[in-house]
C-alpha cells in the first residue's frame, strides 16, 4: 500500500493535517495528566507541529524544495506570497 504519491500536492496537506492533529492529542495528554517528561511527550509534540508546519508550507508552493529546513522554506512562502 503506498500512503503518498510522487509530486501530489493534495498530500501534502492531508499529511499535514494529520500530523497538526496527533500533536493535538498529544498536547491533550499532556495537560491532561499533567506530564512534565520533555523527552517522552513535549519534544514529540513539537516535532509533530514542527513537521505539520512544514507540510503546510509545502502543500501551497508550487514547487516545494526537498529538506525539512523551515527558514528556506518560510523564504519561499513569502518569494511566493509576494509574486502572487
Request: hydrophobic share 40%; net charge positive.
Amino acid at each position: 500500500m503506498v500512503l503518498v504519491g510522487r509530486n501530489e500536492i493534495n498530500n501534502y496537506y492531508s499529511m499535514a493535517t494529520s500530523f497538526f492533529h496527533a500533536a493535538t492529542e498529544l498536547k491533550k495528554i499532556i495537560l491532561e495528566h499533567h506530564c512534565l517528561h520533555l523527552f517522552r511527550y513535549e519534544y514529540p509534540m513539537f516535532f509533530l507541529y514542527r513537521h505539520a508546519l512544514e507540510l503546510y508550507i509545502k502543500s501551497v508552493l508550487p514547487k516545494p524544495r526537498k529538506g525539512h529546513n523551515l527558514e528556506q522554506l518560510l523564504s519561499d512562502l513569502i518569494r511566493h506570497i509576494k509574486s502572487t
